[in-house]
């Protein structure tokens, strides 16, 4: 530290010079809907000197990298642990707004079960025409394997993470749904226990929603799905090992949960039954939280070549004999082409209007959503439908003309592989900066599980996106995170 | 809980790694500090005899002197046997151990892990060596009082005290060779007080000095010291101890667990303690301590082997099954 005076340094006037712009900011609101219920928490924040801030906030990531709650990225030089940046200004929910997200996270959790059990079994929407054949048949994800299977509750999705933006108004909307394997929950976790050691002042009394159960709960719904009549099912955590970039994740999990987390190595079947390797010979395992995609799951069945996988599990799983969560085959229902159709799905399987709208989305595949993405393509976001991890998206306003151009050519040449959405001006936080307290988007990814019933986890992992000015808020790159709170009814104020 | 077979072996690598560092620093340490022959100097190639590391040695230095033998066994990470690629190996193996171990014991393998590679060879030149190796020593020692006092007592637990107890032999063994292997001057000194310092420094380096005093107050004789190295039943680092504390765990293990294996293991370990039992020191040396030693060894590579095949799933290697026949 060069001792640098920062702009907001002095006590009791932290947010003094805030400035969030146009955008509609988490802490603070807008004019039209004032944030009330961070009043405390503002006043509390206030009276905080922006160097303890920021020395609580160099003592919290060190210790994470100490924890080792980091992940694996790599680089040039090999592989290295990196921490997920950490933001100690709180993300706050109140209870009311909270009360309405989770609504709608079960309404889209029970609709995308709904489509995944309809589209493997009698297909009434495509044959009804509310999403074109080709666009659920001809995607990568849809498994044929899974056509006619009974799964428990018809539970797909055991684990759901939907991100959510804010825009301008201060809407939250669903920017993207991921019903194949989400990370991220342990941060949320993780993030708040940081919090109770680094800021137990800030927190006092406010009145803010537990967050630790989460392993408990999504125990409770694998046991549910557990095929075994009496006494305890034997679970596992199955991740593809120690160098996945997730790994912490998968620890955690496992440890939380209270289940070994096993290697592919570590399992085997047998007469269509799943075993671990233990110290004492083969043992059982009847409900597996997978971490790794359906392509790498079981080589004689989807990729020949992964050596992840356990040779045979499919078959087991389609007799029954072990369960799999999420089940096989749900990324047909989060791929980006389709989740345009989602409101349109739940007015279908559930009569009911979107309680979190979506992004105006535009699919490209279709004639006249192309043509207005060609003619608007400054003003517009891209996405390729394929891809996770914010890779290859084409952001119009900042884009040079020769990356336009390049996203032009893109679009005629495979336009079903694109999808358009107008500029969301995403919500702000106050964060921590090396200029002192300064605004950063940020988006929300709650998590929902569902074994018999859906519950959803209070918060979810709010990620912010560092570099000033930018919009992508993904771990790979650059992008950390901030706790979330979500308020008890009557908290905070 | 079932114990899965794969973390069964990374619990007995950890104890083994982290047990390895802590006994390559107490060589370290005590070369530097009691290892000074009359000519000034200190043998330092009998640390990398004491390894067997002659080859690999001799292929990055042309000559063993304090700073090239510090620099291949604390820093060089390319050199397997290194103070640095053993915490390693044991962190690698802590990392996928983490929903089974403690949060504290990971966290602390991790924070020593990384005080280790911010090391520069300037931190562990001479005058700073005493206090590096004391460093390492003690965040071992650390690993052990905090798996102590938060490791899980079921099936880990006998796997993690296997690893520790049959690396703290091994090292024994190899204390013991190095006085004999290399250090045998010529016959004239032995009973000088050079030979007396060096056996000094083979109980010091195990921590056994002291411990020697109570039993022998007054002398020293290379046999007696090597007798106590070997066989003394309440030195905490003798060879006999360490046996009789892995036949008593895998006793335990399996009974406690009804494992249905390990029986081979046991078999071994039951032989290895009473051939260890059955002759004196005297006897011992009259035929040999260094072939004594290596047949020790060669033992207990075939335990670990036995314990691999019966809890790890290793398939059994084709060498035992020679001896079988």
Same mark, same amino acid.
């Not at chain 1, 950490?86 to 707004?97: G, H, L, N, Q």
């Given at each position: 530290?060069?001792?640098?005076?920062?702009?907001?340094?002095?006590?009791?006037?932290?947010?003094? =010079?805030?400035?969030?712009?146009?955008?509609?900011?988490? %802490?603070?609101?807008?004019?039209?809907?004032?944030?009330?219920?961070?009043? %405390?928490?503002?006043?509390?924040?206030?009276?905080?000197?922006?160097?303890?801030?920021?020395?609580?906030? +160099?003592?919290?990531?060190?210790?994470?990298?100490?924890?080792?709650?980091?992940?694996?990225?790599?680089?040039?030089?090999?592989?290295?642990?990196?921490?997920?940046?950490?933001?100690?200004?709180?993300?706050?929910?109140?209870?009311?707004?909270?009360?309405?997200?989770?609504?709608?996270?079960?309404?889209?959790?029970?609709?995308?079960?709904?489509?995944?059990?309809?589209?493997?079994?009698?297909?009434?929407?495509?044959?009804?025409?509310?999403?074109?054949?080709?666009?659920?048949?001809?995607?990568?994800?849809?498994?044929?394997?899974?056509?006619?299977?009974?799964?428990?509750?018809?539970?797909?999705?055991?684990?759901?993470?939907?991100?959510?933006?804010?825009?301008?108004?201060?809407?939250?909307?669903?920017?993207?749904?991921?019903?194949?394997?989400?990370?991220?929950?342990?941060?949320?976790?993780?993030?708040?226990? $940081? $919090?109770?050691?680094?800021?137990?002042?800030?927190?006092?009394?406010? !009145?803010?929603?537990?967050?630790?159960?989460?392993?408990?709960?999504?125990?409770?719904?694998?046991?549910?799905?557990?095929?075994?009549?009496?006494?305890?099912?034997?679970?596992?955590?199955?991740?593809?090992?120690?160098?996945?970039?997730?790994?912490?994740?998968?620890?955690?999990?496992?440890?939380?949960?209270?289940?070994?987390?096993?290697?592919?190595?570590?399992?085997?079947?047998?007469?269509?039954?799943?075993?671990?390797?233990?110290?004492?010979?083969?043992?059982?395992?009847?409900?597996?939280?997978?971490?790794?995609?359906?392509?790498?799951?079981?080589?004689?069945?989807?990729?020949?070549?992964?050596?992840?996988? /356990?040779?045979? *599990?499919?078959?087991?799983?389609?007799?029954?004999?072990?369960?799999?969560?999420?089940?096989?085959? +749900?990324?047909?229902?989060?791929?980006?082409?389709?989740?345009?159709?989602?409101?349109?799905?739940?007015?279908?399987?559930?009569?009911?209007?979107?309680?979190?709208?979506?992004?105006?989305?535009?699919?490209?595949?279709?004639?006249?959503?192309?043509?207005?993405?060609?003619?608007?393509?400054?003003?517009?976001?891209?996405?390729?439908?394929?891809?996770?991890?914010?890779?290859?998206?084409?952001?119009?306003? #900042?884009?040079?003309?020769?990356?336009?151009?390049?996203?032009?050519?893109?679009?005629?040449?495979?336009?079903?592989?694109?999808?358009?959405?107008?500029?969301?001006?995403?919500?702000?936080?106050?964060?921590?900066?090396?200029? !002192?307290?300064?605004?950063?988007?940020?988006?929300?990814?709650?998590?929902?599980?569902?074994?018999?019933?859906?519950?959803?986890?209070?918060?979810?992992?709010?990620?912010?996106?560092?570099?000033?000015?930018?919009?992508?808020?993904?771990?790979?790159? !650059?992008?950390?995170?901030?706790?979330?709170?979500?308020?008890?009814?009557?908290?905070?104020? | 809980?079932?114990?899965?077979?794969?973390?069964?072996?990374?619990?007995?690598? $950890?104890?083994?790694?982290?047990?390895?560092?802590?006994?390559?620093?107490? /060589?370290?340490?005590?070369?530097?500090?009691?290892?000074?022959?009359?000519?000034?100097?200190?043998?330092?190639?009998?640390?990398?005899?004491?390894?067997?590391?002659?080859?690999?040695?001799?292929?990055?230095?042309?000559?063993?002197?304090?700073?090239?033998?510090?620099?291949?066994?604390?820093?060089?990470?390319?050199?397997?046997?290194?103070?640095?690629?053993?915490?390693?190996?044991?962190?690698?193996?802590?990392?996928?151990? #983490?929903?089974?171990?403690?949060?504290?014991?990971?966290?602390? @393998?991790?924070?020593?892990?990384?005080?280790?590679?911010?090391?520069?060879?300037?931190? /562990?030149?001479?005058?700073?060596?005493?206090?590096?190796?004391?460093?390492?020593?003690?965040?071992?020692?650390?690993?052990?009082?905090?798996?102590? !006092?938060?490791?899980?007592?079921?099936?880990?637990?006998?796997?993690?005290?296997?690893?520790?107890? *049959?690396?703290?032999?091994?090292?024994?063994?190899?204390?013991?060779?190095?006085?004999?292997?290399?250090?045998?001057? =010529?016959?004239?000194?032995?009973?000088?007080?050079?030979?007396?310092?060096?056996?000094?420094?083979?109980?010091?380096?195990?921590?056994?000095?002291?411990?020697?005093?109570?039993?022998?107050?007054?002398?020293?004789?290379?046999?007696?010291?090597?007798?106590?190295?070997?066989?003394?039943?309440?030195?905490?680092?003798?060879?006999?101890?360490?046996?009789?504390?892995?036949?008593?765990?895998?006793?335990?293990?399996?009974?406690?667990?009804?494992? #249905? #294996?390990? =029986?081979?293991?046991?078999?071994?370990?039951?032989?290895?303690?009473?051939?260890? %039992?059955?002759?004196? @020191?005297?006897?011992?040396?009259?035929?040999? %301590?260094?072939?004594?030693?290596?047949?020790?060894?060669?033992?207990?590579?075939?335990?670990?082997?036995? *314990?691999?095949?019966?809890?790890?799933?290793?398939?059994?290697?084709?060498?035992?099954?020679?001896?079988?026949?």
């Amino acid at each position: 530290m060069n001792g640098a005076t920062a702009p907001q340094a002095g006590a009791r006037n932290l947010l003094a =010079s805030y400035d969030a712009g146009i955008f509609y900011d988490e %802490l603070f609101g807008n004019a039209d809907k004032p944030a009330g219920h961070t009043r %405390l928490i503002r006043e509390r924040l206030n009276q905080l000197d922006f160097e303890d801030l920021r020395r609580r906030a +160099t003592d919290a990531e060190k210790e994470l990298y100490n924890l080792g709650i980091t992940f694996l990225i790599y680089a040039a030089q090999g592989a290295e642990d990196r921490i997920l940046p950490f933001d100690v200004i709180p993300r706050v929910i109140s209870a009311r707004e909270w009360a309405h997200l989770e609504a709608g996270i079960k309404q889209r959790v029970a609709t995308l079960n709904l489509f995944l059990h309809d589209i493997y079994h009698d297909q009434k929407i495509l044959k009804d025409g509310i999403i074109p054949a080709e666009l659920v048949l001809g995607n990568a994800n849809f498994r044929p394997q899974m056509a006619g299977l009974d799964v428990p509750f018809d539970t797909y999705i055991h684990i759901m993470g939907v991100d959510l933006v804010r825009d301008r108004e201060g809407t939250f909307r669903v920017l993207e749904d991921n019903g194949r394997v989400p990370s991220g929950v342990s941060y949320v976790v993780e993030n708040r226990h $940081m $919090m109770q050691r680094v800021f137990p002042d800030l927190m006092r009394d406010i !009145g803010i929603r537990p967050v630790d159960n989460y392993g408990h709960k999504l125990l409770e719904a694998m046991s549910e799905i557990a095929p075994v009549a009496e006494g305890d099912p034997e679970v596992a955590l199955l991740s593809p090992g120690s160098y996945n970039s997730a790994y912490f994740e998968h620890i955690f999990l496992a440890r939380e949960m209270g289940v070994p987390l096993v290697e592919g190595r570590d399992l085997v079947v047998e007469n269509h039954r799943v075993y671990m390797k233990t110290t004492d010979g083969l043992a059982p395992v009847h409900s597996i939280y997978r971490r790794i995609g359906d392509d790498f799951l079981d080589p004689t069945a989807f990729n020949p070549d992964s050596l992840l996988g /356990v040779p045979g *599990i499919l078959e087991a799983y389609r007799r029954g004999n072990v369960a799999l969560a999420n089940a096989i085959g +749900t990324g047909v229902a989060d791929d980006k082409a389709v989740y345009a159709y989602v409101p349109r799905m739940i007015k279908y399987y559930l009569d009911q209007d979107a309680l979190i709208p979506n992004v105006d989305t535009r699919i490209c595949r279709e004639h006249d959503a192309l043509t207005y993405t060609l003619d608007n393509l400054d003003k517009l976001v891209v996405k390729p439908v394929g891809e996770a991890g914010g890779y290859g998206i084409t952001i119009g306003p #900042r884009a040079s003309k020769a990356e336009l151009d390049d996203c032009r050519a893109k679009l005629i040449a495979d336009p079903a592989n694109y999808i358009s959405q107008p500029v969301v001006d995403l919500s702000v936080c106050p964060t921590v900066t090396p200029d !002192g307290i300064e605004p950063r988007h940020v988006d929300l990814r709650p998590f929902a599980v569902t074994g018999s019933k859906t519950w959803v986890l209070p918060g979810g992992l709010s990620r912010v996106a560092l570099q000033k000015g930018t919009l992508i808020v993904n771990s790979s790159q !650059g992008g950390g995170s901030k706790d979330t709170w979500v308020l008890e009814n009557g908290g905070a104020a | 809980m079932n114990l899965l077979a794969r973390y069964a072996e990374n619990i007995f690598w $950890m104890a083994r790694y982290m047990e390895r560092a802590e006994n390559l620093a107490r /060589v370290l340490d005590v070369q530097e500090t009691f290892v000074r022959d009359e000519r000034g100097g200190t043998n330092w190639l009998s640390v990398v005899q004491l390894y067997a590391d002659e080859e690999a040695f001799l292929k990055r230095h042309a000559v063993a002197s304090a700073e090239t033998v510090v620099a291949f066994y604390l820093l060089d990470a390319t050199n397997p046997n290194s103070i640095v690629s053993t915490i390693r190996a044991a962190r690698e193996n802590a990392r996928t151990l #983490r929903p089974w171990i403690s949060t504290e014991m990971w966290s602390q @393998i991790n924070v020593f892990y990384n005080q280790l590679l911010a090391l520069t060879p300037r931190d /562990v030149a001479m005058p700073h060596l005493s206090r590096v190796c004391r460093m390492v020593k003690e965040a071992c020692q650390t690993h052990t009082g905090i798996t102590e !006092g938060t490791f899980y007592r079921d099936q880990g637990w006998y796997f993690y005290q296997m690893g520790k107890a *049959i690396e703290r032999a091994d090292q024994t063994t190899r204390l013991l060779d190095i006085k004999y292997h290399t250090l045998l001057p =010529s016959p004239d000194d032995l009973g000088s007080s050079l030979d007396m310092q060096q056996w000094c420094t083979v109980l010091r380096s195990a921590a056994g000095y002291h411990a020697f005093r109570r039993v022998y107050p007054r002398g020293m004789t290379p046999t007696t010291v090597a007798g106590f190295i070997l066989f003394n039943e309440g030195f905490p680092r003798s060879v006999v101890m360490c046996v009789r504390q892995i036949d008593g765990l895998l006793t335990r293990l399996k009974s406690r667990y009804t494992l #249905r #294996r390990g =029986s081979e293991a046991m078999e071994k370990v039951d032989e290895l303690l009473a051939a260890l %039992l059955s002759r004196p @020191i005297e006897a011992v040396i009259a035929d040999g %301590l260094h072939e004594y030693l290596d047949w020790v060894q060669s033992q207990l590579i075939g335990i670990t082997a036995e *314990i691999g095949h019966a809890f790890f799933g290793q398939e059994p290697a084709p060498l035992a099954q020679v001896e079988v026949q």
